[in-house]
Antibody
């Protein structure tokens, strides 16, 4: 079975840093684009970032560009989100989600990442507060 | 950035009703439009991708369609377990924007 398990959330002060992890199992991790999506308390879904299957291409929401970094370790089947210079508005549940399937050279881009997010983790809560 | 506008923002319907939720893109997204269902305290679930393709395991009472930049999610006969918030999302370009959500409850 496909499983995505986030960890690393918690309480952090404004201006601080946090690194989220998402451990994947049950599928060939390096054949899929992966995204982070967040949801502030009582609010809707906000896409945060995407990374290609080989990790060579990354894209971010304007709200986090320059402060968040998405990365992956395909040898460990793990997705990461490094969050720096955190602000109160980053308080949210953060989900990792599986995107589109790729093979070969296409895994360097996200051009195949068009079929939505078919598996999601359970989410990890990040609270930015003093 | 492409803006996704859902309507209505909330909706009450009776079991057995036909329910329609609309999503409009601010520019063309081709058919790269996905629909999700989210129940309280749980992660979203993919219902439909590519505007009209039903995700595996999703009941056939859910249907998606496209007309230009307008997309529709239809539940043909509402069941009590369909009470949730529904989101559209475009996967045509980055950022991968979501609609603001439509909260569906039982009348």
């Amino acid at each position: 079975d496909v499983q995505l398990l986030e960890s690393g959330g918690g309480l952090v002060q404004p201006g601080g840093s946090l690194r989220l992890s998402c451990a994947a199992s049950g599928f060939n991790f390096d054949n899929y684009a992966m995204s982070w999506v967040r949801q502030a308390p009582g609010k809707g879904l906000e896409w945060v970032a995407v990374i290609s299957g080989d990790g060579g291409s990354t894209y971010y929401a304007d709200s986090v560009k320059g402060r968040f970094t998405i990365s992956r370790d395909n040898s460990r089947n793990t997705l990461y989100l490094q969050m720096d210079s955190l602000r109160a508005e980053a308080t949210a549940v953060y989900y990792c989600a599986r995107g589109g399937f790729c093979s070969g050279v296409y895994c360097h881009t996200i051009s195949y990442d068009r079929t939505g997010f078919d598996y999601w983790g359970q989410g990890t809560l990040v609270t930015v507060s003093s | 950035d492409i803006q996704m506008t859902q309507s209505p923002s909330s909706l009450s319907a009776s079991v057995g009703d036909r329910v329609t939720i609309t999503c409009r893109a601010s520019q063309s997204v081709s058919s790269f439009l996905n629909w999700y269902q989210q129940k309280p305290g749980t992660a979203p679930k993919l219902l439909i991708y590519a505007a009209s393709t039903l995700q595996s395991g999703v009941p056939s009472r859910f249907n998606g369609s496209r007309s230009g930049t307008d997309f529709t999610l239809t539940i043909s006969s509402l069941q009590s377990e369909d009470i949730a918030t529904y989101y559209c999302q475009q996967s045509f370009s980055t950022p991968r924007t979501f609609g603001q959500g439509t909260k569906l409850d039982i009348k």
